[in-house]
Nanobody, 123 residues
Framework: QVQLVESGGGVVQAGGSLRLSCAAS????????MNWYRQAPGKQRELVATSTRDGSTNYADSVKGRFTISSDIPKNTVYLQMNSLKPEDTGVYYCNVEGYALVGLSGRFVSSWGQGTQVTVST
């Protein structure tokens, strides 16, 4: 169906920057939304940023003004530029895409997840 490969996580000092990438592949017919979630230790997974097919973006209040989501539609790739990182941004970041893929002989709605990439922000 749809496979996602994430990259770009790592360890950075507070105030630093990281850029995450997520490339989608498979029998993609269209992608309606490309999202980034994160899960901090002991906490529930939360939505960080969304990029929709019509070009609109949305952010969690905690990252507004610091994170920027962008997408390369022809490459089915979404990026998350993270600036002014804080220790509370630490967690596993997951890419999620929602759209339509060829399943058998039919187009079906799918929601696929990446394997996650660790982001650690040190003080």
């Amino acid at each position: 169906q749809v496979q996602l490969v994430e990259s770009g996580g790592g360890v950075v000092q507070a105030g630093g920057s990281l850029r995450l990438s997520c490339a989608a592949s498979g029998s993609i017919l269209s992608l309606n939304a490309m999202n980034w979630y994160r899960q901090a230790p002991g906490k529930q997974r939360e939505l960080v940023a969304t990029s929709t097919r019509d070009g609109s973006t949305n952010y969690a209040d905690s990252v507004k003004g610091r994170f920027t989501i962008s997408s390369d539609i022809p490459k089915n790739t979404v990026y998350l530029q993270m600036n002014s990182l804080k220790p509370e941004d630490t967690g596993v970041y997951y890419c999620n895409v929602e759209g339509y893929a060829l399943v058998g002989l039919s187009g079906r709605f799918v929601s696929s997840w990446g394997q996650g990439t660790q982001v650690t922000v040190s003080t």
